[in-house]
């Protein structure tokens, strides 16, 4: 079993749709907590991270943690097609172990 | 400034082949890392180095061997190349940072493998 699980999707909204992801983990030592966004044939890039249990907002995209569950979750508001790409949910010890979720691959329809 | 830079880009090896793949930072980073993407199987670690001449085994390190001799470069081998071995590798680094675990790491392009 996986220490990062996270359903692959594909995941198709109409634009202006609220994008809703998540994860769940089964690892304690995950300290931190972050959300990837890779687009195709490129390398992932950061998108936002947070560390304790509790909503984190960036703009149109917001990123809840409940450690209690073990499950995370990064939602995009009003989404555009530009947010079309791969989203990966990842995690990090404090010992720098790096950690990702299957990543799920969202389509925002115009 | 180049980042991380991962050679080669694309390869095709035959079965029980060897190869190298050398991956590359310019920004000092003390962390470093291997992985491998795979359809439905997102990012999976193979190894991973917290500073120079040190190595750590990540999720799935079987078949692949890797080494830190200097802190801008992390090598991954592949001694005895199997088709299972085809997917795309992607290195990443990340740097040290004082009173918390730095969440950015920096990937490279990906490189291409196919096993044949």
């Known amino acids: 079993q996986k220490e990062v699980e996270q359903d692959p999707g594909p995941l198709s909204v109409p634009e202006g749709a609220i994008v809703s992801l998540n994860c769940t983990y089964s690892?304690?030592?995950?300290?931190?907590f972050m959300w990837y966004r890779q687009y195709s044939r490129k390398g992932p890039e950061l998108l936002m991270y947070?560390?304790?249990?509790g909503n984190k907002e960036d703009g149109r995209f917001t990123a809840q943690v409940d450690k209690s569950s073990k499950y995370i979750s990064l939602f995009i508001r009003d989404s555009q097609p530009s947010d079309s790409a791969t989203y990966l949910c990842?995690?990090?010890?404090?010992?720098?172990?790096?950690?990702f979720g299957a990543g799920t691959t969202v389509t925002v329809r115009a | 400034n180049a980042g991380v830079t991962q050679t080669p880009k694309f390869r095709v090896l035959k079965t029980g082949q060897s190869m190298t793949l050398l991956c590359a930072q310019d920004m000092n980073h003390e962390y470093m890392y291997w992985y491998r993407q795979d359809p439905g199987m997102g990012l999976r670690l193979i190894h991973y180095s917290v500073g120079e001449g040190t190595t750590a085994k990540g999720e799935v390190p079987d078949g692949y061997n890797v080494s830190r001799l200097k802190k801008q470069n992390f090598l991954l081998g592949l001694e005895s190349a199997a088709p299972s071995q085809t997917s795309v590798y992607f290195c990443?680094?990340?740097?040290?940072?004082?009173?918390?675990?730095?969440?950015?790491?920096?990937f490279g392009q990906g490189t291409r493998l196919t096993v044949v």
């Open positions: 990443a680094s990340s740097r040290r940072t004082v009173g918390r675990v730095n969440t950015e790491a920096f």
């Open positions: 947070t560390y304790s249990s």
């Open positions: 690892n304690s030592a995950f300290q931190y």
């Open positions: 990842a995690m990090i010890t404090n010992d720098y172990k790096l950690s």
